[in-house]
């Protein structure tokens, strides 16, 4: 059994080890195992460490079968040195110990008992077994929270036997019947716990609650401690800064300028379809005032719904005419032909006999047909087959 330093001094970092085995798992992954370790493996909703062995990277540290399993490509044998890579552990440890606060705060004061325990890279969560939770609670539990770290209580672990454990009044029951340790933080939080965390609330530094969500039926809570409050705080305020500047306005009052420019932005939004449409039949008058009685353009990248919007325009406004419009895109070719009422044609064999040339396909009805279809020869030439079959 390797023996477990971060239960002796969860400070130790850097430690001297035999190599009691050069292991290969069942995918192939080389591993060590050492006679003791500091090294924490996955456990308890806490990721493991990372550092080296000799220099040489721990990936992963996993506790498999009573083995603890240092993931590395060293290869040694006799003793080696140890290195945990401490932010990373440090990191985890305010985490961990921001959550056993945190979810004592919200039990102890608002009867929400703590589901499950998610220690992210970025963020933290607990699941609370509640409907709701009002943002005054998570404010308060919030402020609660960091006067139990203000207040730099210890947080004792001890080693306990089941007959124990009845001593003590615990959170949640314990899952182990032996080896059972014990997070304290005295009056506070009783937890059977395997994880690791400071030995004082004062070094979680800081906890901050940064937003909630329903859950299945419970709410998720997302929260960071520690080094993690700043770096939200100066991710956030990188963004103010951002905003301040492009939108002219003090932080407090963001919001109400975005609305301002969100209304703004509606706003130019129909004033831009009602002169599309003033275009459509100023355009439309364009072409009628030529005596053609085949009005045949050839556009570039139009948006369809525009030509389709002109084309009938022209045919409503003058019932006599026809209209032929080409649309050429990067890759397609695209037809409209229309016609006014009084002009006896079905629109759809015109179209149909230039479309076979495109390898298109389209339709509609006899006096409004569009349709598409490959490059396949010019707009200009799509343009005369259609002329020629009308
Ligand atoms: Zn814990």
């Given at each position: 059994?390797?023996?477990?330093?971060?239960?002796?001094?969860?400070?130790?970092?850097?430690?001297?080890?035999?190599?009691?085995?050069?292991?290969?798992?069942?995918?192939?992954?080389?591993?060590?195992?050492?006679?003791?370790?500091?090294?924490?493996?996955?456990?308890?909703?806490?990721?493991?460490?990372?550092?080296?062995?000799?220099?040489?990277?721990?990936?992963?540290?996993?506790?498999?079968?009573?083995?603890?399993?240092?993931?590395?490509?060293?290869?040694?044998?006799?003793?080696?040195?140890?290195?945990?890579?401490?932010?990373?552990?440090?990191?985890?440890?305010?985490?961990?110990?921001?959550?056993?606060?945190?979810?004592?705060?919200?039990?102890?004061?608002?009867?929400?008992?703590?589901?499950?325990?998610?220690?992210?890279?970025?963020?933290?969560?607990?699941?609370?077994?509640?409907?709701?939770?009002?943002?005054?609670?998570?404010?308060?539990?919030?402020?609660?929270?960091?006067?139990?770290?203000?207040?730099?209580?210890?947080?004792?672990?001890?080693?306990?036997?089941?007959?124990?454990?009845?001593?003590?009044?615990?959170?949640?029951?314990?899952?182990?019947?032996?080896?059972?340790?014990?997070?304290?933080?005295?009056?506070?939080?009783?937890?059977?716990?395997?994880?690791?965390?400071?030995?004082?609330?004062?070094?979680?530094?800081?906890?901050n609650?940064l937003?909630?969500?329903?859950?299945?039926?419970?709410?998720?809570?997302?929260?960071?401690?520690?080094?993690?409050?700043?770096k939200q705080l100066d991710e956030k305020h990188l963004v103010v800064q951002?905003l301040?500047?492009?939108?002219?306005?003090?932080q407090?009052?963001?919001?109400?300028?975005?609305?301002?420019?969100?209304?703004?932005?509606?706003?130019?939004?129909?004033?831009?379809?009602?002169?599309?449409?003033?275009?459509?039949?100023?355009?439309?008058?364009?072409?009628?005032?030529?005596?053609?009685?085949?009005?045949?353009?050839?556009?570039?990248?139009?948006?369809?719904?525009?030509?389709?919007?002109?084309?009938?325009?022209?045919?409503?406004?003058?019932?006599?005419?026809?209209?032929?419009?080409?649309?050429?895109?990067?890759?397609?070719?695209?037809?409209?032909?229309?016609?006014?009422?009084?002009?006896?044609?079905?629109?759809?064999?015109?179209?149909?006999?230039?479309?076979?040339?495109?390898?298109?396909?389209?339709?509609?009805?006899?006096?409004?047909?569009?349709?598409?279809?490959?490059?396949?020869?010019?707009?200009?030439?799509?343009?005369?087959?259609?002329?020629?079959?009308?």
């Amino acid at each position: 059994m390797t023996e477990k330093l971060f239960y002796q001094d969860v400070y130790i970092h850097e430690f001297e080890a035999e190599i009691e085995k050069n292991g290969i798992d069942e995918q192939g992954s080389p591993y060590l195992v050492l006679n003791q370790t500091a090294f924490y493996p996955t456990g308890g909703g806490q990721p493991f460490d990372q550092g080296t062995l000799n220099g040489a990277q721990v990936q992963e540290v996993e506790e498999v079968e009573g083995e603890i399993r240092h993931y590395t490509d060293l290869k040694a044998t006799g003793s080696v040195k140890g290195e945990i890579d401490w932010e990373r552990r440090f990191d985890h440890m305010q985490q961990h110990a921001g959550q056993h606060i945190l979810s004592a705060v919200f039990e102890n004061k608002f009867d929400a008992k703590t589901i499950s325990f998610h220690l992210g890279q970025e963020v933290c969560s607990i699941d609370l077994e509640v409907e709701s939770l009002t943002e005054e609670t998570v404010l308060q539990a919030e402020e609660a929270a960091n006067l139990v770290i203000l207040e730099n209580r210890p947080i004792e672990t001890k080693w306990v036997t089941y007959e124990e454990l009845s001593q003590y009044p615990l959170r949640k029951a314990v899952s182990v019947k032996e080896d059972i340790r014990l997070v304290i933080i005295p009056d506070i939080d009783y937890n059977g716990c395997g994880g690791t965390h400071p030995g004082s609330t004062g070094e979680v530094a800081a906890l901050n609650i940064l937003h909630t969500e329903k859950q299945k039926g419970n709410i998720r809570v997302y929260f960071v401690c520690g080094h993690r409050v700043r770096k939200q705080l100066d991710e956030k305020h990188l963004v103010v800064q951002s905003l301040t500047a492009r939108l002219s306005a003090p932080q407090d009052q963001l919001p109400q300028a975005a609305d301002r420019l969100l209304e703004q932005v509606r706003d130019l939004e129909k004033e831009k379809e009602e002169l599309k449409k003033q275009l459509a039949e100023l355009r439309a008058d364009g072409y009628l005032s030529t005596s053609n009685h085949v009005i045949k353009e050839i556009f570039h990248d139009q948006e369809i719904a525009d030509i389709q919007h002109l084309a009938k325009n022209i045919t409503l406004k003058a019932d006599d005419r026809i209209v032929l419009f080409v649309n050429e895109t990067d890759d397609k070719l695209q037809v409209i032909c229309a016609r006014g009422n009084s002009v006896d044609m079905n629109m759809n064999l015109p179209l149909k006999k230039v479309l076979s040339l495109i390898n298109g396909r389209g339709g509609g009805k006899p006096d409004f047909v569009q349709g598409g279809g490959e490059k396949l020869m010019t707009a200009e030439e799509l343009l005369r087959h259609l002329e020629a079959e009308l």
